[in-house]
């Protein structure tokens, strides 16, 4: 671990201190933080370089990782990483050809729809290191490092990149490194990686940005308004963020007008909706039961209003809805999974008792 690492996991664990003085030395303001043990550092440092560094030893098979994606991943990512109208799709785009050359072609195809992450990433390194830190989302770190390990290789296999019958491991991984479709398509001519390992012997960084600066678009135009199957994707943003300051939250209930440009100022933002007793809308976004169902329009799930709906004639509809939000399950609204949710009892009736009365804003 590099010594400004371990400097800022002694700040923190220190409340805050600004020096290693004194995390290391709390004689100088007694009573005030103290040294960072081992076993802090160590939950703390788990990030995987390029290169390998911090890569924990394990293995896990592409049929493991199948039966890990399809329990854990595949209701946000899909069965085959196609994703849905949520999340950007992880698998597509490449060629054996981009396996063989480590360019992902299609990136320089201004006519190809979308970009995948395999597209995209040029290290296997990320993935492993994003999936074992941030998956699943409802339960981010709970994957154990085999499971980290399988999930890779199912990805990596529905891209083509190992075989049906790989077993992905610490000792193998620098392997399929070299089989990564986009490997050459980042540049090491920025010395923004520590040490000499990871650079094409220029160590002095690009501050005139002079390596990316060819093939650029001769105008790009950004947006100011929501697509539809976006909007409300987690909540109305205007119950979400303060009235004051910089930014405000834009009422994403109201559909927006023809996009304009960013070249002029922005006009300023609708002023928030009152939100109503009714929604639970922070338990809602609390637990993200937002990213993947929208109050009045279905995106991963069935909107709220439907789920309303189907049960408003059942009698135990809440004692029931409660139920199937703490175990999750599959089946009633298509083939994606829903996982069981870690709130408790007295919150998943909070939300059940509010769709029973029929999910009003």
Request: with cysteine.
């Amino acid at each position: 671990m590099s010594s400004s690492r371990k400097l800022l996991i002694a700040g923190l664990l220190g409340l805050g201190l600004a020096g290693a003085s004194f995390a290391q030395a709390p004689q100088q303001m007694p009573g005030i933080g103290r040294a960072a043990t081992p076993k802090e550092i160590a939950a703390w440092d788990i990030d995987v370089r390029p290169d390998f560094k911090g890569l924990p030893r394990g293995s896990g098979s592409v049929a493991k990782g199948q039966d890990v994606w399809e329990g854990k991943c595949a209701h946000c990512h899909g069965i085959f990483g196609e994703s849905g109208e949520v999340f950007s799709p992880l698998v597509g785009g490449t060629t054996a050809d981009d396996i063989k050359t480590g360019h992902a072609a299609r990136l320089n195809d201004r006519g190809f729809p979308g970009r995948t992450t395999l597209m995209k990433v040029a290290t296997v390194s990320t993935l492993w290191d994003y999936i074992n830190r941030a998956m699943p989302w409802t339960a981010p770190k709970s994957l154990s490092t085999d499971e980290v390990y399988a999930v890779t290789a199912f990805l990596l296999n529905l891209g083509g990149v190992v075989p049906d019958d790989y077993v992905l491991s610490d000792r193998n991984i620098a392997q399929v490194q070299a089989r990564m479709p986009n490997r050459n398509g980042m540049s090491l001519e920025h010395s923004l990686w520590p040490g000499k390992s990871l650079t094409t012997g220029k160590f002095k960084p690009d501050v005139q940005a002079q390596t990316c600066m060819k093939d650029c678009p001769s105008e790009a135009q950004v947006a100011l308004a929501l697509p539809d199957h976006a909007r409300n994707a987690h909540g109305n943003l205007a119950e979400q963020n303060r009235a004051v300051g910089a930014q405000h939250g834009v009422d994403t209930t109201r559909a927006g007008g023809t996009p304009t440009p960013r070249s002029v100022a922005v006009a300023a933002p609708a002023a928030p909706a009152p939100a109503k007793a009714g929604a639970p809308m922070a338990l809602l976004n609390k637990y993200s039961c937002t990213a993947c169902h929208g109050i009045d329009s279905k995106l991963v799930g069935p909107s709220f209003k439907d789920v309303a709906k189907k049960y408003a004639g059942r009698a135990d509809a809440d004692t029931y809805l409660a139920g199937k939000i703490r175990a999750g399950g599959s089946g009633v609204w298509g083939g994606i999974p829903m996982p069981p949710q870690t709130l408790s009892d007295a919150e998943a009736a909070t939300i059940a008792q509010w769709l029973k009365a029929g999910a009003a804003r």
